[in-house]
């Protein structure tokens, strides 16, 4: 399963990012989507799992979870837009979803694009999908999830 990761478009659909999804089977929004129209873009390549960042204040985008759990593949991921980002952070997951730690722990809303296995657990952020900001060139991520494998990459796109 090839599933999309995007996050922070604050209501900018990039133009790059049509090609970049054909072919995948899900997308998550990690939410400052900034606009109902992103979503509906998004559904066009796949189901879409999206969760509400700080700038979604009004409906419909305030109705989105603040934060998701969901099972791909037989794999845990939680899908939140504000989280941390440590090695300290497993306790906070337990908390938040209880006993089960995902397998894929995903948030955004740093704009930094940051892929690596903390205590056995793929902590994901794809960085921002909107317009160049803070100096940091747009990009989104892709994880290919299976039974036996689970893999992220990075993607950047072109900075507008």
Same mark, same amino acid.
């Given at each position: 399963? *090839?599933?999309?990761?995007? &996050? %922070?478009?604050?209501?900018?659909?990039?133009? %790059? /990012?049509?090609?970049?999804?054909? #072919?995948?089977?899900?997308? /998550?929004?990690?939410?400052?989507?900034?606009?109902? =129209?992103?979503?509906?873009?998004?559904?066009?390549?796949?189901?879409? =799992?999206?969760?509400? #960042?700080?700038?979604? +204040? %009004?409906?419909?985008?305030?109705?989105?979870?603040?934060? $998701?759990?969901?099972?791909?593949?037989?794999? $845990?991921?939680?899908?939140?837009? *504000?989280?941390?980002? &440590?090695?300290? =952070?497993?306790?906070?997951?337990?908390?938040?979803?209880?006993? @089960?730690?995902?397998?894929?722990? *995903? !948030? #955004?809303?740093? =704009?930094?694009?940051? !892929?690596?296995? *903390? %205590? #056995?657990?793929?902590?994901?952020?794809?960085? @921002?999908?909107?317009?160049? +900001?803070?100096?940091?060139?747009?990009?989104?991520?892709? /994880?290919?999830? &299976?039974?036996?494998?689970?893999? @992220?990459? $990075?993607?950047?796109?072109? &900075?507008?």
């Amino acid at each position: 399963m *090839i599933v999309a990761v995007i &996050s %922070d478009t604050h209501g900018f659909l990039h133009p %790059d /990012l049509g090609e970049k999804l054909a #072919g995948v089977d899900a997308i /998550l929004h990690a939410g400052d989507v900034g606009g109902s =129209h992103i979503l509906d873009f998004l559904t066009r390549f796949g189901p879409v =799992h999206a969760v509400r #960042g700080n700038v979604d +204040r %009004d409906p419909p985008l305030s109705q989105l979870p603040q934060r $998701l759990a969901l099972k791909l593949e037989e794999r $845990l991921v939680l899908l939140t837009h *504000i989280g941390p980002f &440590s090695a300290a =952070h497993s306790s906070w997951l337990e908390q938040e979803i209880g006993r @089960a730690v995902p397998d894929v722990f *995903i !948030c #955004g809303h740093s =704009h930094i694009p940051r !892929c690596e296995r *903390i %205590d #056995g657990m793929l902590h994901f952020n794809p960085g @921002a999908a909107g317009r160049t +900001r803070f100096g940091r060139p747009p990009s989104f991520g892709l /994880l290919t999830i &299976s039974a036996t494998a689970l893999e @992220a990459s $990075l993607l950047p796109l072109r &900075s507008i």
